[in-house]
């Protein structure tokens, strides 16, 4: 069918030179709490409740799968509307995140090469605490490594491991799966968290097993120990170093099974000399480049730093003064250094 001759071509609006936006979000999870009105942003930008006012639409795998599952099919206006697709899940738990990507405009999400990266160093983390001294460890009964797994489901072979690990070395294992511990009464919180916290602190390791092996997928459960000064035992991605302080943790990948692993665990156990250089870090307060640089950016506020970045005024340094040259560039997360 022919265009009426008196119907005007759609322009298309220029993002780069818009001096403010709106975006649009049906859901409660990642809200930046920071500038939740976008008024201590360069680019002023502002959340609107109604989808058609709106510049930008945010969907998040927690509260819109659904609408990114159909994302062929969503109804927007493409001439003056962008999609932003936002994650902190794995792509392994939400292989949307990869199948989909090529209906969206922007990324914002855990992997750090992403357009904004958003990894899990929330900014409450102090990493500068003290470690208890280690005579205060392992006390009361308990073991040398607490654990806190709850996703028995998980798309690795965490649990597999761990119940490997527990035949060798005594695991102390608060969560749902493989539990065989409660929480002390001394070390209850005002929270699950602060719970957890104040469990940890008082063991000489902390396993840190990811429910995935995904590129990046590093969350608090290897952060919370380094802060608590609970040496990390950590199973999942196979580039972790990008996430610590050197001799900070211990990977689970650096050995042959469960069982070897509980051995050097059980070594570390009786040599306080050599267990304590795992917490010479912390001691010296030297968070070395690669926590510093997950600090540095985890700061920021990942919309405001979208809008800058579609501006030409800000981008992400993964991709430039801390570029990862391990990653070639079609594996990369972030879209906007596609175009």
């Known amino acids: 069918m022919e265009n009426d001759e008196n119907t005007k071509p759609v ?71 962008k999609l ?14 990869i199948t989909k990507k090529k209906y969206f405009d922007y990324a914002i999400d855990y992997r750090l090469d992403a357009d904004v990266p958003i ?3 929330y900014d409450f983390f102090n990493f500068s605490k003290p470690a208890l001294p280690l005579k205060e ?32 070395a005594k695991i102390d294992s608060y969560g749902m799966c493989l539990n065989n ?16 916290m104040n469990t940890i602190r008082k063991y000489k390791f902390t396993l840190a097993f990811e429910n995935s092996d995904d590129r990046d997928y590093v969350t608090e459960k290897f952060f919370q120990p380094l802060e608590a000064g609970s040496v990390p035992v950590f199973y999942g991605t196979a580039n972790i170093a990008d996430f610590a302080p050197e001799h900070s943790y211990i990977d ?26 795992y917490l010479e870090w912390k001691k010296k307060n030297k968070l070395g480049d690669n926590l510093e640089h997950l600090i540095e950016i985890r700061k920021l506020n990942s919309i405001c730093q979208l809008l800058q970045s579609i501006k030409g005024l800000w981008k992400n340094p993964y991709l430039t003064k801390w570029n990862r040259n391990d990653v070639s560039k079609n594996e990369r997360a972030c879209i906007l250094c596609e175009n």
């Not at 409660?28 to 942003?41: A, F, H, Q, V």
């Not at 511990?181 to 957890?196: H, M, T």
């Open 137 to 168: 460890k392992g006390k009361d009964g308990r073991g040398i490594a607490a654990v806190f797994i709850s996703n028995c489901s998980a798309r690795n072979s965490r649990l597999e491991f761990l119940k490997e690990l527990m035949k060798y």
């Open 119 to 121: 990894p899990y160093t």
């Open 181 to 196: 511990k409660d929480i002390y009464e001394e070390d209850q919180g005002d929270s699950a968290w602060n719970s957890k």
């Open 11 to 81: 322009k298309k609006i220029n993002f780069k030179t818009k001096k403010s936006f709106k975006l649009y979000h049906r859901g409660s999870n990642y809200r930046d709490g920071d500038d939740p009105e976008g008024k201590e942003c360069p680019v002023p930008w502002e959340w609107v409740d109604n989808k058609e006012d709106s510049d930008i639409i945010v969907l998040n795998v927690l509260d819109n799968l659904s609408e990114i599952n159909s994302i062929e099919r969503f109804n927007y206006d493409k001439n003056r509307q």
């Open 252 to 277: 689970a990948n650096d050995f042959e099974n469960a069982k070897e692993l509980a051995e050097f665990l059980n070594h570390l156990d009786k040599d306080d000399k050599e267990y304590e250089s």
């Open 84 to 97: 932003l697709l936002m994650s902190m899940e794995s792509t392994s738990n939400y292989d949307v995140m």
